[in-house]
Every structure is written in structure tokens, then in C-alpha cells.
């Protein structure tokens, strides 16, 4: 038996007494709830959000027709996972093989009733991605001191672009690669337009970097209505990582992770709702509940328009950031039981927003971060809920937080250490002791250290 199993065997015997207990959250980690199970924004109006039958694994109650199981075929997945939409209700991702590579974004349109879930630790990732050759062009010219709001020119493909720094990354872009119809900017996963009832769970998403282009961004609703995002990792979005847009209405987005890597350059900017000042009143409700925003978010955490967003018990980790909550033109918020970490200083800003009630719940454990206040009259949601007490988010969030969800198939889903700084050298396994991705949660054996993920 070589170490690295030896390592493993002896972590197994000490770990598996703490896997049954940590198992189990002080919350319900596998109930729909917010925004998601409601058709008012201001009456309790329930909507039966059910997916494509059921949202969780494995799979009971749909007929075996309309389930299908994928697997990595070391390709490009792109026409695979299409197809496996449309022609289902139920799509499992198995990522057992392997990642699934996607060439350029899937669109959707008008897809309703689906559930979409992962296990062994199932990761959809983009073809492309900033190579240092790219980042060390866009040093040398400067990028990153360059306006980005005005000052573009035209491209050599004789495209208009109104900033500077835009103009120059994709000017820089086609000299390098040659991509003067600069496909790599459909960089993206899933593009979801006038969809509604979906459920999407325990997926991880990796996208090829943050980069001042005007690109996709990982998932995107667009007019999509009724849907829970829940136990997702989503890092590296080109444009952003998951944005809400164009009358999107009634979504929950519970218990994700959002982060970037050195992949990204510039643009970590994580979740927008509402593209435009412009956007159609009355729609974009939202909730936010028991995310983990975390390393190099710097803005978007979310920043929204128009919608009644309701912030429940999330956690900032986000050093780096510029700005973490930011309500602007038309928005209400109601931000209650938050933890902002120390060193997380930038935590608010509002330009435009209706009603703001900041809770005395929040917790902000720097002392010289500015506390916000409240905004007009007092911002309540149609639905049920409780508020945990801000002091338990950390260790619940950053435990069960990303795709940590259905553990019987081999994901170390029990304990969750968020490492810091850049060793040397990471190898990650399951307790099955079985390789995983670098995303995914696992034995780390790191310079001979063992810790779990």
C-alpha cells in the first residue's frame, strides 16, 4: 500500500466518526424556500416549484424515461448537455469520467419543468481561458489603468467599442489568437431565456477567467422565472458568474459559492440583478440565502435593480472586494443575519434604491467598516422564514455551502477547510481514495500535509 492510501486509510478511521455528525446541519439543506415558492411579491402566494419531479439524489418518483445520466466523454459536452435538456425532465451530470467541457454557451429557451443535478463531484468548465501569454500582454499595455467607461475605437474585425480598457483587452485578444469573430467571448455555461420551474443543484461551474471583454457569464436568467439555484460552485465567469436579468422574477439562490481564481484578471465583478437602469419595474424579486462570496470577489455581491432582493444569511470572506452589497436604482433590500469577515471592510453602497432595511442581525467583524443603515420604510417578503443568529454563519455556510449535497456517491461533502495562501503542491482524493478535480471537495495531501475539504 503505497502513502498516499496509507494516509488515506488512517484519515478514513478518525475522519468517518465526525462525517455522520457534520452530515447533519443545523438547517433544512434540502427544502426549496424564498422567493422561488412564491408567484406575489407581496401577498403569500405559493407557487409549486417542482423542477423536472424531484430535486434530489438519487432520483425517486420520475418515471425512468424521463431521467437521464451523463458522463464526461473527454470532449466537448456542449451538444450532449442540449439535447439532454430538451429531451428530459431529469439530467443527472456524473462526474465520475471527468469534467464536462463546453465549447461556448448553452442557450435555452423556453424550457420549463427540468431538474438539473450533480454528483461525484460534477463539474461543467469552459474550453477557454486566459492563458498567462494574454495576461502578461494586457500588463504590458497597461489594461489595467485604462478607463472603463469611455475611450474605445474601433477593432481591427471593425467593431465599435465604446471603453478603453474593453477596447484594448480584445484588440490585444485577436492579435494573439487570431479570433478576429472573437467566439471565445460565448465563454459561458448556461444562458437560460423565458425559462421557469427549474432546479438546478451540486453542480460546480468554472469559467475561463474574469476579463474586461463584454463576455458571458457562467449561467445567465434572462426573462427565467421560478427557479431554485442551490449547493453550487461558481467561479472565473468571464462577464460575471451568475447574473438575474430583463424580467427574471420569483428566484432563490441558496447555499452557492462565488469566487475567482488567478485565471481572472479584471471584472470580478460576481452577480447582477437588473442590467439597466432601464429594466421593467415590478419584477427580479430574489433570494439570496447562505452564500459564501468569497476569494478575489471584488463587486456585485449582488448588485441590483428594480427587484425586492432579500439578503438572508450569507457570508464575506471577500477581502479583496470593492463593494459586496450594492442596491441600486428601484431596489428594495432587506439584509438580515449576515456575516462580514474580518478584513471585509467595502460592505455596502446604495445609489438609487427605494427602501433599504439593514437588521441589527448582521454581524461586521471589522470594526473600521462603515455600517450601513436603513432606507425608508421597513422591506418585508410574502414568504416564512426564520434568521439564524449571524454568529453560526460562518461555520454552517462555509461547511455546507457549494456542492457539498448527496455524499453517497463519493463526494467528501462532511467538512470543509478553506485553505489560504498557494502551496506548493495539492493533490486532492476522495475518502473512496479515489482522484478528484481541483475544484472538488477532498482529501488534500498538500507538501505531506493531509486536511479536508
Not at 123 to 139: F, G, P, S, V
Not at 211 to 232: A, E, M, P, Q, R
Not at 327 to 356: C, H
Not at 391 to 411: C, I, K, R, S
Amino acid at each position: 500500500m503505497n502513502m498516499k492510501r496509507q494516509a488515506l486509510v488512517w484519515l478514513s478511521s478518525l475522519l468517518l466518526p465526525l462525517l455522520a455528525m457534520a452530515e447533519t446541519s443545523i438547517y433544512d439543506l434540502q427544502k426549496p424556500f424564498g422567493f422561488c415558492t412564491q408567484s406575489s411579491r407581496t401577498a403569500d402566494t405559493p407557487y409549486d416549484i417542482t423542477g423536472g419531479g424531484c430535486y434530489a439524489y438519487p432520483v425517486e418518483g420520475v418515471a425512468e424515461g424521463e431521467v437521464i445520466t451523463l458522463t464526461s466523454n473527454g470532449g466537448d459536452m456542449r451538444s450532449d448537455i442540449e439535447a439532454a435538456i430538451k429531451g428530459h425532465s431529469v439530467i443527472i451530470f456524473d462526474g465520475s469520467e471527468g469534467d464536462f467541457s463546453v465549447s461556448s454557451t448553452i442557450s435555452l429557451t423556453s424550457i420549463k419543468n427540468k431538474t438539473l443535478i450533480g454528483i461525484n463531484n460534477a463539474r461543467l468548465k469552459t474550453t477557454w481561458y486566459a492563458t498567462q501569454e494574454i495576461i502578461d500582454a494586457l500588463n504590458a499595455a497597461g489594461v489595467p489603468s485604462m478607463s472603463t467607461s469611455s475611450g474605445g475605437g474601433k477593432l481591427s474585425n471593425g467593431t465599435e467599442v465604446k471603453e478603453q480598457a474593453e477596447f484594448n483587452t480584445r484588440q490585444i485578444i485577436i492579435d494573439l489568437t487570431g479570433d478576429t469573430k472573437e467566439t471565445y467571448r460565448k465563454s459561458g455555461i448556461f444562458y437560460f431565456k423565458s425559462c421557469q420551474n427549474l432546479i438546478i443543484r451540486n453542480l460546480q461551474f468554472a469559467g475561463p477567467g474574469s476579463i474586461d471583454v463584454g463576455g458571458d457569464d457562467l449561467v445567465s436568467f434572462y426573462g427565467t422565472k421560478n427557479c431554485w439555484v442551490d449547493h453550487c460552485d461558481f467561479a472565473d465567469g468571464m462577464d460575471g458568474n451568475f447574473d438575474i436579468t430583463q424580467k427574471s422574477d420569483f428566484n432563490t439562490v441558496s447555499w452557492c459559492t462565488f469566487s475567482y481564481t488567478d485565471h481572472s484578471y479584471m471584472h470580478q465583478n460576481t452577480n447582477l440583478v437588473g442590467s439597466s437602469d432601464s429594466e421593467a419595474t415590478g419584477y427580479l424579486n430574489t433570494t439570496f440565502a447562505f452564500n459564501h462570496w468569497g476569494d478575489n470577489c471584488r463587486a456585485r455581491m449582488p448588485m441590483a435593480r428594480v427587484g425586492k432582493i432579500h439578503m438572508l444569511n450569507n457570508y464575506y470572506t471577500c477581502t479583496s472586494g470593492n463593494n459586496c452589497i450594492n442596491p441600486r436604482k428601484n431596489s428594495e433590500f432587506l439584509v438580515e443575519g449576515n456575516y462580514f469577515a474580518t478584513g471585509v471592510k467595502k460592505i455596502y453602497s446604495q445609489s438609487g434604491a427605494t427602501v433599504v432595511t439593514w437588521a441589527a442581525s448582521n454581524y461586521v467583524a471589522d470594526k473600521s467598516a462603515t455600517k450601513p443603515s436603513s432606507l425608508g420604510a421597513t422591506v418585508t417578503v410574502p414568504y416564512a422564514y426564520d434568521v439564524a443568529d449571524a454568529e453560526t454563519v460562518p461555520a454552517e455556510v462555509g461547511t455546507h455551502a457549494g456542492a457539498t449535497l448527496f455524499g453517497e456517491t463519493g463526494q467528501q461533502t462532511a467538512i470543509r477547510q478553506v485553505a489560504t495562501g498557494a502551496p506548493a503542491r495539492q493533490e486532492r482524493y476522495n475518502l473512496a481514495g479515489q482522484r478528484v478535480g481541483e475544484n472538488a471537495r477532498g482529501v488534500i495531501i498538500t507538501n505531506g500535509k493531509l486536511i479536508v475539504r
